[in-house]
């Protein structure tokens, strides 16, 4: 049967190039050909980051995986696909529903359990790549912002950007102070918007309308107070509007609205639970209980939605999410269970520093532009001096000195290997601080019954029992019985736990 893919490729800022683009379908399609994988379309986002989804060739690639027309996504490396550790779970578990692997043209990933936990990792360290250089930046920015400079997007309306400093626009500056002193002795936004109108006044160009008039009156900057990350800054836009009007009107705003947005609330066993009589999915549910406080559960669908008679039981979220990250945390924290991944995760690191592909492309590519730089001078010396000719000397040159600075990268990722030391406090802090994770990468399945629960792992192909070493990764399931029904409403602490667990 032969084999489909599909390729994404991505860079994220003006700094690179279309020949990134060319660099990553390249090396796609040399692994798809040596591997007898046939490439049946490609997606692209160019300038786009991957901390988040927001890619629109990313998401159609999503879309159209459920057509189930390809198998694979190859990548050039993982951190194209995503470097955010949690949208790439999500979307990794969408593919993987409608039967699609991504895999990295670069960087090998066994199928095994310690592959799982080295592409986890490989994950890991692209969002911190990332963050590390958002964090540079910000400090680029706190600085010229205690300067009192602006460090780009757009400026309010009532303000122009002169030599990186916000300056009063004054005939635009005093509608704000119109808007604000109209709200502030009580005239309604839609009369406001009537005036404004009526005296033929725009905003940017356009008549004002409800949502611009609001985004003035709560937009601090107007009083002289922006804020970023916590810190405050008073110098770096000029007061339009005195601070106690700006308080006023925004006393009155709050005191005005109506009703409140809906918390964002994450549901880290999503996707992963059945119900154990109906077999339909559970899923996050929430209610309001008599006191008004928001309550958040997991509900079996064929009860909630009567696509059966089920009488399976609500179960708060909050409970059910510590028992099964309690038991993922025991399974992990055990000895052989840690030790198994440290050892092929070093094995791995061995693996990698010993055959980086990635290093190996950049100096073959740098060898090659080396060359054409050779070939350009020569025909300068024999007198083509064109403008294509220089121009394309120019591209090389400019090249040239972007692969020596990826080299340099590789190099430094190479050379700084993890001890075994550190891996052991990576999975010790993973264990306290990111729980989505070790669901997503250890948890297959969970089942869910009024008096017990069945947790199914991840579990290696082919293992024996009997093999101690990696007796921690065979564990099928994990059932854990409850000492009593569980009702609808209950406190954390009311629960009470007998565990069983059967190899």
């Given at each position: ?387 294509t000719v220089m121009n394309r000397l120019r591209e090389l040159e400019n090249r040239q000195a972007e692969l020596e600075r990826q080299i340099l990268i590789e190099k430094s990722k190479t050379a700084v290997q993890l001890t075994e030391k550190q891996i052991r406090e990576f999975y010790s802090q993973a264990l306290a601080l990111e729980p989505k994770l070790l669901i997503n990468y250890l948890v297959k399945q969970v089942t869910l019954y009024d008096d017990k629960i069945e947790i199914q792992f991840n579990a290696p192909i082919n293992v024996s029992p009997d093999d101690e ?35």
């Amino acid at each position: 049967m032969i084999r489909t893919a599909v390729i994404y490729a991505r860079y994220s800022s003006d700094s690179q190039t279309e020949q990134s683009i060319d660099g990553q379908l390249r090396v796609c399609e040399e692994y798809a050909q040596k591997n007898d994988i046939l490439i049946l379309d490609t997606y692209i986002d160019r300038a786009m980051t991957g901390t988040n989804d927001n890619r629109p060739d990313f998401q159609r690639m999503i879309r159209d995986s459920a057509k189930r027309t390809f198998g694979y996504v190859l990548v050039y490396k993982f951190d194209r696909f995503s470097r955010n550790k949690y949208e790439t779970a999500i979307h990794k578990k969408a593919l993987k529903d409608n039967g699609v692997k991504v895999v990295s043209a670069t960087e090998f990933v066994p199928d095994t359990p310690e592959g799982i936990i080295f592409e986890s990792m490989l994950e890991g360290y692209a969002e911190y790549y990332s963050a590390e250089l958002s964090q540079k930046i910000r400090r680029g920015n706190n600085e010229s912002r205690r300067k009192g400079n602006l460090t780009g997007g757009t400026l309010p309306y009532g303000y122009k950007n002169v030599n990186k400093k916000a300056v009063i626009v004054p005939e635009e500056a005093d509608i704000v102070r119109y808007i604000y002193e109209r709200y502030s002795i009580g005239v309604y936004v839609k009369d406001i918007i009537a005036e404004l109108n009526g005296k033929g006044l725009l905003h940017k160009g356009k008549p004002f309308v409800a949502n611009t008039v609001y985004g003035i009156l709560g937009n601090e900057r107007y009083s002289g107070i922006y804020r970023h990350n916590g810190e405050v800054f008073d110098n770096i836009y000029p007061q339009i509007v005195p601070k106690e009007t700006f308080d006023k009107v925004r006393a009155k705003v709050n005191a005005n609205k109506f009703g409140k947005r809906s918390e964002h609330i994450t549901y880290l066993l999503k996707d992963k639970i059945k119900c154990g009589y109906c077999g339909r999915s559970v899923i996050g549910d929430n209610g309001t209980a008599h006191n008004g406080e928001r309550k958040y559960y997991y509900t079996c669908q064929g009860r909630k939605k009567k696509l059966t008679d089920c009488r399976k039981q609500s179960i708060r979220k909050d409970i059910l999410e510590k028992i099964v990250l309690e038991c993922v945390i025991e399974q992990i924290q055990k000895a052989n269970s840690l030790d198994f991944i440290v050892n092929g995760i070093m094995k791995e690191q061995e693996r990698q520093a010993q055959a980086n592909i990635v290093l190996n492309l950049l100096l073959k590519e740098r060898r090659t532009t080396e060359n054409a730089i050779k070939n350009i001078m020569t025909a300068i010396e024999n007198g083509g001096t064109t403008n294509t000719v220089m121009n394309r000397l120019r591209e090389l040159e400019n090249r040239q000195a972007e692969l020596e600075r990826q080299i340099l990268i590789e190099k430094s990722k190479t050379a700084v290997q993890l001890t075994e030391k550190q891996i052991r406090e990576f999975y010790s802090q993973a264990l306290a601080l990111e729980p989505k994770l070790l669901i997503n990468y250890l948890v297959k399945q969970v089942t869910l019954y009024d008096d017990k629960i069945e947790i199914q792992f991840n579990a290696p192909i082919n293992v024996s029992p009997d093999d101690e070493s990696r007796r921690g990764f065979s564990l099928c399931s994990k059932t854990i019985k409850l000492s009593y029904k569980v009702p609808f409403r209950a406190d954390l602490a009311k629960y009470q736990f007998e565990v069983e667990i059967y190899l």
